[in-house]
């Protein structure tokens, strides 16, 4: 590999990184909250390290453009843990953060949009530590890497690669023949609907630093809230609801959001895992509701306010909470685990192993099933009309499986660390799949603050695999990876 164009391009984007950090600085001396001395520093070092590694890989690396499959793992995976390591400094320089672990698996959590946290205090820390924890996230959902391919040209050229192995979807759909004008779309997307999230939250009387911190992390389905007890501290159905429509928004495929805007109105319906999707999401609703009314929540409305809040933020991943879902009973309890796992659409800013997978994974099994009684039938898997190649179904059924592997494995770690069983599994469940809240001592009412330091460093690991759809994460672990 050609480790100088790799340094080059990681340096690109810690540079891009710090500047980043100027908007919680501004925030920092225009509202005087004191933090401005640790952003400042964290500014300075993090620009300081990518041009360093720009200027001393410049020579070598003059000229490259192309970038292949194995490089580009590379940059996206080591890119990714150098911005959690370079983004925990604002976390780490500021009073609310004494060892560099908790900063770290903070600065993880965020630009994986995973919404687990360290912080026993929220409220009680810097206005301008809340927004860089919100921006983190903001970043993040679309991805860094994309951003880059959206502002800097020169990665336009082959990389293809790197957006493959970032974007968080089975199959990445490049809207324009130019890769860095499909970036440029889902970014002017996002952002579209990060503003008009901002303005129906200003229409319900939030806050206006309240409102941007919520519109930057519902979006990337990352559910940081300024408030200790969530969404849950405004007790306001407005909220509630409104919130609600956007996680579902940022649970589908971001591609299928630009055709509506192109004036496609069928766009949703007409694809398979949007519909897979939405209907999941009605049903898992209807049943916790059904299964909460009488025994939690007096009336059907309540109920159904409360159900369709906690499944839209598990089922996206987003993670925000207004209620304590250990409360409910063992049937709504058991679906919101199910929600863990299966995730949000391909192409959108969810996590998990996403519904794409989960309806070619049953449709896989339905054809071996029907195989058994018609052996010598011709059947094929097909989304959306379209046949599924027998390469695309190993590489999710392996997905899939490595996917099974990596959170039995962590759980049975974690529990070795002396975890209890339920807070291993709800913990290993929320990171890999970058939902938040999971069940035991880490569900919605508590968080990740009392967990050991390597078990947070274990966490990150399983974040940052789940963000990055395990293959780019895991690859780096395989021998013949770093062999010529």
């Given at each position: 590999?050609?480790?100088?164009?790799?340094?080059?391009?990681?340096?690109?984007?810690?540079?891009?990184?710090?500047?980043?950090?100027?908007?919680?600085?501004?925030?920092?001396?225009?509202?005087?909250?004191?933090a401005?001395?640790?952003?400042?520093t964290?500014?300075?070092?993090?620009?300081?390290?990518?041009?360093?590694?720009v200027?001393?890989?410049?020579?070598n690396?003059?000229?490259?453009?192309?970038?292949?499959?194995?490089?580009?793992?590379?940059?996206?995976?080591?890119?990714?843990?150098g911005?959690?390591?370079?983004?925990a400094?604002p976390?780490?320089?500021?009073p609310?953060?004494?060892a560099?672990?908790?900063?770290?698996?903070?600065?993880?959590?965020?630009?994986?949009?995973?919404?687990?946290?360290?912080?026993?205090?929220?409220?009680g820390?810097?206005?301008?530590?809340?927004?860089?924890?919100?921006?983190i996230q903001?970043?993040?959902?679309m991805?860094?890497?994309?951003?880059?391919l959206?502002?800097?040209?020169?990665?336009?050229?082959?990389?293809?690669?790197?957006?493959?192995?970032?974007v968080p979807?089975?199959?990445p759909?490049k809207?324009t023949?130019?890769?860095?004008?499909?970036?440029?779309?889902l970014?002017?997307?996002?952002a579209?609907?990060?503003?008009i999230?901002f303005?129906?939250?200003r229409?319900g009387?939030?806050?206006?630093?309240?409102s941007?911190?919520?519109?930057?992390?519902?979006?990337?389905?990352?559910?940081?809230?300024p408030?200790n007890?969530?969404?849950?501290?405004?007790?306001?159905?407005?909220?509630?609801?409104?919130i609600?429509?956007?996680?579902?928004?940022?649970?589908i495929n971001?591609?299928?959001h630009?055709q509506?805007?192109?004036?496609k109105?069928?766009?949703l319906?007409?694809?398979?895992?949007?519909r897979?999707?939405?209907?999941?999401?009605?049903?898992?609703?209807?049943?916790?509701?059904?299964d909460?009314?009488?025994?939690v929540?007096?009336?059907?409305?309540?109920a159904?306010?409360?159900a369709?809040?906690?499944?839209?933020?598990?089922?996206?991943?987003?993670?925000?909470?207004t209620?304590?879902?250990?409360l409910?009973?063992?049937?709504?309890?058991?679906?919101i685990?199910?929600c863990?796992?299966?995730?949000a659409?391909?192409g959108s800013t969810?996590?998990?192993?996403?519904?794409?997978?989960?309806?070619?994974?049953?449709?896989?099994?339905?054809?071996?099933l029907?195989?058994?009684?018609?052996?010598?039938s011709v059947s094929?898997?097909?989304?959306n009309?379209?046949?599924?190649?027998?390469?695309l179904?190993?590489?999710?059924?392996?997905f899939l499986?490595?996917?099974?592997?990596?959170?039995?494995?962590?759980?049975?770690?974690?529990?070795?660390?002396?975890?209890?069983?339920?807070?291993?599994i709800?913990?290993?469940?929320?990171c890999?799949?970058?939902?938040?809240?999971g069940?035991?001592?880490?569900?919605?009412?508590?968080?990740?603050?009392?967990?050991?330091?390597?078990?947070?460093?274990?966490?990150?690991?399983?974040?940052?695999?789940?963000?990055?759809e395990i293959?780019?994460?895991i690859?780096?672990?395989?021998?013949?990876?770093w062999k010529?």
């Open positions: 590999m050609r480790w100088p164009f790799i340094l080059r391009i990681i340096g690109i984007l810690l540079f891009v990184l710090g500047l980043a950090m100027a908007v919680p600085l501004t925030c920092s001396i225009y509202l005087g909250d004191g401005h001395t640790g952003h400042g964290a500014m300075a070092l993090t620009m300081a390290m990518g041009a360093l590694l200027l001393t890989s410049a020579k690396a003059r000229g490259q453009t192309y970038i292949n499959q194995r490089e580009g793992m590379a940059v996206v995976a080591l890119g990714w843990f911005i959690g390591l370079f983004g400094l976390f780490y320089l500021a609310d953060f004494t560099f672990t908790d900063a770290f698996f903070e600065s993880v959590s965020g630009f994986t949009t995973t919404g687990s946290s360290v912080m026993t205090n929220i409220e820390a810097a206005p301008s530590l809340l927004l860089w924890r919100s921006l903001w970043l993040g959902g991805g860094i890497i994309v951003l880059s959206a502002i800097l040209p020169f990665l336009g050229v082959g990389g293809i690669q790197l957006y493959k192995a970032e979807s089975p199959v759909d809207l023949p130019r890769l860095s004008d499909s970036a440029k779309i970014w002017m997307v996002y579209g609907m990060t503003v999230l303005v129906f939250l229409l009387g939030m806050s206006a630093f309240e941007i911190c919520h519109a930057l992390t519902t979006l990337p389905t990352g559910g940081f809230s408030k007890t969530s969404i849950a501290h405004y007790n306001s159905a407005y909220f509630d609801y409104v609600t429509g956007f996680m579902v928004l940022a649970g971001f591609s299928l630009y509506l805007l192109r004036g109105p069928l766009a319906w007409r694809d398979a895992e949007c897979f999707f939405l209907g999941l999401v009605l049903v898992f609703t209807l049943i916790i509701t059904m909460t009314w009488g025994p929540y007096d009336t059907f409305g309540t159904f306010r409360f369709s809040f906690q499944v839209a933020s598990i089922v996206t991943t987003t993670g925000y909470a209620a304590d879902y250990e409910f009973p063992g049937l709504s309890q058991t679906l685990l199910f863990m796992f299966f995730g659409s391909a969810g996590g998990g192993m996403k519904i794409a997978r989960i309806l070619v994974c049953c449709k896989y099994c339905y054809r071996e029907f195989k058994l009684i018609h052996p010598r094929h898997v097909k989304i009309n379209t046949i599924v190649s027998d390469e179904l190993r590489t999710i059924m392996g499986a490595l996917y099974i592997l990596i959170f039995v494995a962590a759980s049975l770690i974690l529990a070795g660390m002396g975890v209890d069983i339920l807070t291993a709800g913990a290993t469940a929320s890999i799949g970058n939902i938040g809240p069940f035991g001592t880490v569900g919605p009412a508590e968080n990740f603050a009392h967990l050991p330091a390597a078990g947070k460093w274990l966490l990150s690991w399983c974040m940052l695999a789940g963000r990055l293959y780019t994460v690859i780096l672990l395989v021998p013949e990876f010529k």
